[in-house]
């Protein structure tokens, strides 16, 4: 895939070293990505809200080697070198080197963290690779003559989706599609853009509250799992609803109707588990704790009318979505009701944030 318009100019400026530091965060699908091209095109558009607390921060200090042969490259995780990190970075260069010709030409050290635990079973992978996407590209802004602040932001996360595709929509904030919709101007399959229309009050600093309930390793990586959807026997109807749910939800973001946002909402994160059950090889990814808290969310909705719902990602853990004017009563429900259902009582209080952050 050549996408020429991210193919840089030839460079003007040198630089010999320097470093960059960069904090970007997770982010919560609303309308799941599942399925994909080759190259990390999806099948659908999604939507996200961009996450505010969980994040990675990562500095990629650089200096002008002799050689351009070869990638060169150190990676530390809190300080401790990651070896087993190199192949997916060094495939994440050769993905993206045509885009970032600068990348033979210095060695990088590059030192990460994440502001959640890393066995926390919160996958790092979007908000690690916008993190080193935004990096690599200040270096490039440092080579080059102007670069407008959107051309940066997104040319940074179409260099992300090539890291891990939902990677592409935690540059920006608070709402982000990512995906080709007909009805969303300025949308596309190559990188995420901010929701470019009016969004209702009740979903500003709307919240989430993680519930860690089953920290392991993911028991199928996300790869592998958008890769079940070739050849899956409901995968058309599927990216169908997909864009149906899309259109859905810009209705319900300007009128603020929180009762069909929970429905879309909840039926995605079924539908993409729906989907892992239902694929060759099949999985089930929820716990029995998942299951305990969707009911107890769902009772307490019924009891007292409030607003709160569910996502999931692929995996056990349970996005707890609720607007901000329920946050004291639904924490408490959350304390009273929940907690034990995580595993170690833990659960990471999040809310909607506005997109990555250079440090320094
Ligand atoms: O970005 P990936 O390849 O890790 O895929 C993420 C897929 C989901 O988290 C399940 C859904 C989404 O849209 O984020």
New binding site residues.
């Given amino acids: 895939m050549i996408e020429t318009q991210f193919i840089p100019k030839p460079y003007s400026k040198n630089l010999e070293s320097g470093q960059f530091t960069w904090s970007s965060p997770s982010?919560?699908?609303l309308v799941?990505?599942?399925g994909?091209k080759e190259h990390?095109i999806p099948e659908n558009p999604?939507v996200?809200f961009t996450l505010d607390y969980c994040k990675t921060t990562t500095t990629v200090k650089f200096s002008k080697k002799e050689t351009k042969e070869n990638f060169s490259f150190e990676i530390f995780l809190d300080g401790e070198k990651k070896e087993d990190f190199k192949p997916k970075i060094e495939t994440f260069f050769k993905r993206i080197e045509t885009y970032l010709p600068l990348l033979k030409a210095y060695h990088f050290k590059i030192e990460t963290s994440n502001s959640f635990p890393h066995s926390s079973g919160i996958?790092s992978?979007?908000s690690g690779m916008s993190a080193l996407a935004l990096c690599l590209l200040s270096i490039e802004k440092r080579l080059l003559e102007d670069i407008s602040e959107e051309q940066f932001n997104q040319k940074a996360s179409f260099l992300a989706r090539l890291g891990?595709?939902?990677?592409c929509?935690s540059i920006e904030g608070d709402l982000v599609v990512w995906g080709n919709h007909d009805d969303i101007e300025g949308s596309s399959n190559l990188f995420g853009i901010k929701y470019p229309y009016d969004v209702h009050q009740n979903f500003k600093n709307y919240q989430d509250t993680i519930l860690l309930v089953d920290k392991g390793e993911k028991q199928v990586s996300?790869?592998v799992?958008?890769n079940l959807m070739h050849g899956h026997p409901f995968a058309q109807q599927r990216f169908e609803q997909a864009h149906q749910n899309m259109s859905r939800l810009m209705t319900i973001f300007k009128s603020g109707d929180l009762e069909s946002f929970i429905k879309i909402v909840e039926s995605e994160a079924l539908t993409?588990h729906a989907m892992m059950m239902t694929s060759m090889p099949y999985f089930i990814l929820m716990k029995p704790n998942t299951l305990e808290v969707i009911n107890k969310i769902w009772n307490f909705r019924h009891k007292t009318d409030s607003k709160v719902c569910f996502t999931l990602?692929?995996g056990a853990n349970v996005h707890v979505l609720y607007p901000e004017n329920e946050k004291e009563n639904v924490l408490e429900f959350i304390k009273n009701e929940l907690v034990d259902y995580c595993q170690n009582g833990h659960y990471i209080t999040d809310q909607i944030g506005f997109g990555a952050k250079m440090i320094s």
């Fill in positions: 982010n919560i699908a799941k990505y599942w994909k990390q999604s996200s996958a992978s979007a891990s595709g939902s990677a929509r996300s790869s799992g958008h993409l990602d692929a």
